[in-house]
């Protein structure tokens, strides 16, 4: 099994910055991609940012010079800066592992879990 753990959420001014990070735990060999996913109320999940093993990186417009996300491949760790917050970043923030292979004895089997969800809220 894989199991996600978000940190980092919480309240903050517009303009304001906070840092996500997520970090994958379990008997893990490899996963391919990690990332970061938002629901605001009312709306639909929606992808933030996502980083391949190989370094390759995709951003939604809507965040694109505001924030960076980043991996650690040995901790298995993504990070999520985000910079010059807006009101409308506001949402549950939530960890994605793409393609997780964990060893399983003498076998692996293939997981894509979710986190538990962080939540961010920026207000005045």
């Known amino acids: 099994q894989v199991q996600l753990v978000e940190s980092g959420g919480g309240l903050v001014q517009p303009g304001g910055s906070l840092r996500l990070s997520c970090a994958a735990s379990?008997?893990?060999?490899?996963?391919?991609?990690m990332g970061w996913y938002r629901q605001a109320p009312g709306k639909q999940r929606e992808l933030v940012a996502v980083?391949?093993?190989?370094?390759?990186?995709k951003y939604a417009d809507s965040v694109k010079g505001r924030f960076t996300i980043s991996r650690d491949n040995a901790k298995n760790t993504v990070y999520l800066q985000m910079n010059s917050m807006k009101p409308e970043d506001t949402a549950v923030y939530y960890c994605?592992?793409?393609?997780?292979?964990?060893?399983?004895?003498?076998?692996?089997?293939?997981?894509?879990?979710w986190g538990q969800g962080t939540q961010v809220t920026v207000s005045s």
């Open positions: 379990g008997s893990i060999l490899s996963i391919y991609a």
């Open positions: 980083i391949t093993s190989g370094g390759s990186i």
């Open positions: 994605n592992a793409d393609k997780v292979i964990v060893a399983t004895g003498p076998g692996f089997n293939e997981y894509s879990p």
